[in-house]
């Protein structure tokens, strides 16, 4: 029977095929249960590996480059691959030699390379980590890498890669009159609290009583913005996993709450239930939504570019066909929210995306097509804001590379759009 450790390799390894082999990303195949068969502690660590292999992906990959013929199955390829880092990483040679030799033993197809493995794991094991720490932070694919570099610069991008391979601290957003030193950690000049090797999230202190919640920093932003006030109507148009409409309900908005995705909007009703927030619920297209609201958040479904650092799975499992769709949609759905809205209502408008089309030149052309619609840049000068950030249309940029000593933020855009009466 193996180990469990080596379950926990195996799974990470199957993690890697989906990702790398069917261009699926890693949370949909934790949704469809890829780990569930894993006791709680090792599908921590095969999320881990699966992770920290997708970061360390190009330098894994230029040590195994000369031991390797092409043709190599991927499976086993990201055998080593997973392998590689771990031994680069620190763990101890026997373990992971040996697991892996087991693992690939077992594959019916490619059981006749276990000599394979454990000739290229133990050469790696013995000059790996020496290379590896000389290798540069791996760069993004060329498809996203070269659309970035032209938007930001390659200085920036080479600081966004940088950021991107040293992954991402945990954040969290308090709820009002919560003490918010029970979790240590530091506070960020914009309010949120920033945790390093934060461990297993659902055993620190506040969480059971709904005190807090994970949320990027940049993620806690466009809430902010927007401002909400106790009693206002408000919709969050794009609603789970929930983060904002819980700063939203925090701060006594009546919210409505929407989102396509039955699923997903069964995380949004579990993170209410802990933190004793209280919303209206609707799973519906918000294309198709009717009503008038004081204010909305519009926070839309986008290529997610801005949040590599905290999933390196999305790059190497996408290729960019599918944005050009998203910002239709982006634009449709801004075109609908604007209808929603009352006459002296504001709307945010954000997207997790390092692409300007999907932020800057969304709000460029609303402007063009709505006559009644003004960006209001005072929304975005908020206490620790970079004054610089603040973008020509009067909207907020955020890039991976801003706090870069303190651990970065995702890649954001938001802008707060006034309707005139
Ligand atoms: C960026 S996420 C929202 C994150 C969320 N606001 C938060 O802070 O936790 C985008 C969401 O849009 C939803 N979505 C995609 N298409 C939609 C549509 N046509 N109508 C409503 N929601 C949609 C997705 O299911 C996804 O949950």
Same mark, same amino acid.
Request: aromatic share 4%; net charge positive.
């Given at each position: 029977m193996s180990d469990s450790a080596t379950n926990a390799r195996r799974s990470a390894i199957y993690l890697l095929d989906q990702v790398l082999g069917e261009g699926r990303l890693l949370s949909e195949c934790l949704a469809a249960g890829a780990l569930d068969r894993l006791e709680p502690e090792d599908r921590a660590r095969a999320?881990?590996?699966?992770?920290?292999?997708?970061?360390?992906?190009?330098?894994?990959?230029?040590l195994l480059q000369k031991h390797l013929k092409k043709g190599t199955p991927l499976t086993v390829h990201n055998t080593l691959r997973v392998g590689t880092v771990e031994l680069c990483q620190g *763990? &101890?040679?026997?373990?992971?030699?040996?697991? /892996?030799?087991?693992?690939?033993? @077992?594959?019916?197809r490619y059981g006749k390379l276990k000599g394979l493995v454990n000739a290229v794991l133990r050469k790696i094991a013995a000059d790996g980590p020496a290379a590896?720490?000389?290798?540069?932070?791996?760069?993004?694919?060329?498809?996203?890498?070269?659309?970035?570099?032209?938007?930001?610069?390659?200085?920036?991008?080479?600081?966004?890669?940088?950021?991107q391979f040293a992954g991402a601290p945990l954040d969290v957003s308090f709820k009002p009159d919560t003490d918010t030193t029970v979790l240590g950690g530091e506070v960020l000049p914009t309010g949120s609290v920033r945790l390093r090797d934060a461990g297993q999230v659902s055993a620190l202190p506040g969480y059971a009583s709904g005190d807090w919640w994970v949320q990027d920093a940049a993620a806690a932003l466009p809430v902010q913005v927007l401002a909400p006030k106790a009693g206002e109507e408000i919709l969050d148009l794009? *609603? &789970?996993?929930g983060g904002k409409t819980?700063? /939203?309900?925090?701060?006594?908005? @009546?919210?409505?709450?929407?989102?396509?995705?039955?699923?997903?909007?069964?995380?949004?009703?579990e993170n209410l239930d802990r933190t004793g927030l209280t919303v209206t619920v609707v799973v519906g297209d918000a294309l198709e939504h009717q009503g008038q609201y004081d204010a909305i958040l519009l926070d839309a479904p986008c290529s997610a570019t801005g949040t590599i650092r905290r999933h390196p799975d999305l790059p190497q499992a996408k290729d960019g066909s599918e944005f050009g769709e998203l910002i239709e949609l982006q634009t449709r759905m801004l075109a609908h929210a604007w209808d929603l809205l009352k006459p002296g209502g504001r709307l945010v408008f954000c997207t997790c995306s390092l692409l300007p089309d999907e932020g800057e030149v969304q709000v460029e052309e609303a402007l063009d097509m709505f006559p009644d619609m003004r960006v209001d840049r005072t929304a975005v000068d908020l206490p620790g804001i970079d004054p610089t950030w603040i973008t020509e249309e009067g909207g907020l940029r955020l890039r991976p590379d801003y706090w870069a000593e303190k651990g970065g933020m995702d890649g954001f855009y938001m802008a707060r759009l006034h309707k005139e009466t």
């Open positions: 999320q881990r590996l699966a992770v920290e292999t997708l970061r360390g992906l190009e330098r894994a990959d230029r *763990a &101890a040679a026997h373990g992971v030699v040996n697991s /892996m030799v087991e693992i690939t033993s @077992k594959n019916k590896w720490a000389a290798l540069r932070a791996p760069r993004l694919p060329k498809w996203l890498r070269q659309p970035l570099a032209q938007a930001w610069g390659n200085e920036a991008m080479l600081a966004i890669e940088q950021v794009c *609603a &789970a996993p819980m700063q /939203m309900a925090a701060a006594g908005a @009546k919210v409505t709450a929407l989102d396509v995705s039955k699923n997903r909007m069964k995380r949004v009703q």
